[in-house]
């Protein structure tokens, strides 16, 4: 192979693009994270997970080839049934021709991914499933849901509009959007519960009872937001 090493990353990221770029940040982050690298530098398991940190869903494995096969960035250290590991050729030379290729990123593009990542949204994601899941959503989950929808959502639909304006920023844009349609869903179902509450049964018109829904105690639940 002609160049070296960090030669041959500038290569990859130019024809690859933000994909080899994303790839590449992630698995030289595991690398830096990994204080035992017995089998390698990265797996493909901690790979993917890192990604979607970065709220990336695609498929590394074409990129890893072309790393790999085509520009001798890194190599395969150990390979099972269930297991992929490989080690940077030369790491140094990789995290150089990043440093000199972030430089050149633009600082609203570099504005969005630090707002991106300091807002944590894997863990919001996560917290909205689980409401969305939950049989029957307490006064306490309502509470959270409604300080989230007036404190962080805001954030995140104009981080959104701001990043679904880079092609550099899709992917986040995509999982921002993500976010915004589960809590949306939320709401829908906080709206048709009221809705539901509100309705007097069948036996409570006949026996001519008032039907208060602020009546109804609810257990104490652990806060969500």
Same mark, same amino acid.
């Given at each position: ?34 204080? @035992? ?44 049934? @269930? ?16 440093? #000199? ?79 915004? #349609? ?14 539901? @509450? ?15 829904? @602020? ?11």
């Amino acid at each position: 192979m002609i160049g070296t090493v960090k030669d041959r990353t500038l290569e990859a990221i130019l024809k690859y693009g933000d994909k080899a770029r994303y790839i590449l940040k992630a698995a030289i982050n595991i690398a830096e994270e990994n204080e @035992n690298r017995e089998l390698g530098d990265f797996s493909y398991k901690q790979l993917v997970e890192k990604l979607e940190e970065l709220g990336i869903n695609y498929d590394p494995r074409m990129i890893l080839r072309a790393l790999e096969k085509d520009y001798g960035i890194i190599e395969t250290t150990y390979k099972s049934a @269930n297991q992929h590991w490989w080690k940077f050729i030369d790491l140094e030379q990789t995290k150089l021709a990043f440093n #000199n290729n972030d430089n050149d990123e633009e600082p609203e593009i570099s504005l969005i991914v630090i707002q991106y990542n300091s807002l944590n949204v894997k863990d919001i994601e996560q917290k909205l499933l689980f409401l969305l899941r939950k049989p029957r959503l307490l006064d306490l989950d309502k509470k959270n849901f409604m300080r989230f929808s007036f404190e962080t959502l805001p954030l995140l639909v104009k981080l959104y509009y701001k990043a679904s304006q880079y092609e550099e920023t899709y992917e986040i844009a995509e999982r921002l959007k993500k976010i915004i #349609n589960l809590a949306r869903r939320i709401s829908m179902r906080i709206s048709n519960e009221k809705v539901d @509450n509100k309705r007097p049964h069948k036996e409570e018109i006949s026996e001519g009872k008032d039907y208060d829904v @602020n009546s109804i105690r609810l257990p104490n639940g652990e806060d969500n937001f």
